[in-house]
């Protein structure tokens, strides 16, 4: 089974430091990893996907199949950034989703 | 376009009592997910749906939960009985099709059992 490592619970940074949120997987037989956001009082959302490899609200996030990881960064964070980020890689036949645990990020003015 | 529905919000029920939530997708996904999130944890998915038929419910306690998705459309999720440990709020999800899209999140219903 998928396992996903997201080591931070929290993380604070102060605005317009960088930002990186790290999510370590098991295996993966696809591209398509997928990091999620959960802003406040408002639903789960696709933040960004691996395979389409833009850029969305200045996050990107670098896949390394070497050392199984799919970190989140951004250059320059923005108190809006404040969050709950899931890392989500895929697994099984129909490529079901594994969230991590989450990393609650807080953007400090 | 309308998000995914979800009811009801919130919901109390003593443990060994019955319980069901609803689910209304995005009108034209085909596949539909529950997820159970704990206080603290990431979803965990529970079933998935294509159109009627489940793709994977390995996850899902078949003991004492059981989940439907008649006409392919809305689908229904149900506890019986429940336990302490159910306690969580419950997220359904839909995509367009399966692999590789990006599923949309209901509201979630939250969970509590005494």
């Known amino acids: 089974a998928q396992r996903v490592t997201q080591p931070e619970k929290l993380l604070s940074v102060f605005k317009g430091a960088p930002v990186e949120l790290k999510c370590n997987y098991s295996?993966?037989?696809?591209?398509?990893l997928f990091w999620y956001v959960q802003y406040s009082r408002q639903r789960l959302q696709l933040l960004l996907r691996?395979?389409s490899r833009e850029s969305i609200k200045g996050f990107t996030a670098d896949l390394n199949k070497g050392e199984t990881s799919f970190h989140l960064k951004k250059p320059f964070a923005q108190e809006e950034d404040s969050a709950m980020y899931y890392c989500?890689?895929?697994?099984?036949?129909?490529?079901?989703?594994?969230f991590g645990s989450g990393t609650q990020l807080t953007v400090l003015p | 376009e309308a998000g995914v529905a979800q009811s009801p919000r919130y919901k109390i029920i003593e443990k060994r009592q019955s319980v069901a939530f609803w689910c209304n997708p995005i009108?034209?996904?085909?596949?539909l997910y529950w997820y159970q999130q704990i206080l603290g944890q990431g979803p965990k998915l529970l079933i998935q749906?294509?159109?009627?038929?489940?793709?994977?419910d390995s996850q899902l306690p078949k003991d004492r939960f059981s989940a439907e998705r008649l006409k392919g459309v809305d689908s229904t999720l149900k506890i019986q009985p429940a336990k302490l440990e159910d306690s969580a709020v419950y997220l359904c999800?839909?995509?367009?099709?399966?692999?590789?899209?990006?599923?949309?999140f209901g509201p979630g219903t939250r969970l509590t059992v005494t």
């Open positions: 999800a839909s995509s367009l099709n399966v692999a590789g899209d990006e599923q949309y």
């Open positions: 295996y993966s037989g696809s591209p398509e």
């Open positions: 691996h395979i």
């Open positions: 989500a890689p895929p697994s099984g036949s129909a490529r079901q989703l594994t």
């Open positions: 009108s034209g996904h085909a596949t």
């Open positions: 749906f294509q159109n009627n038929g489940v793709v994977d």
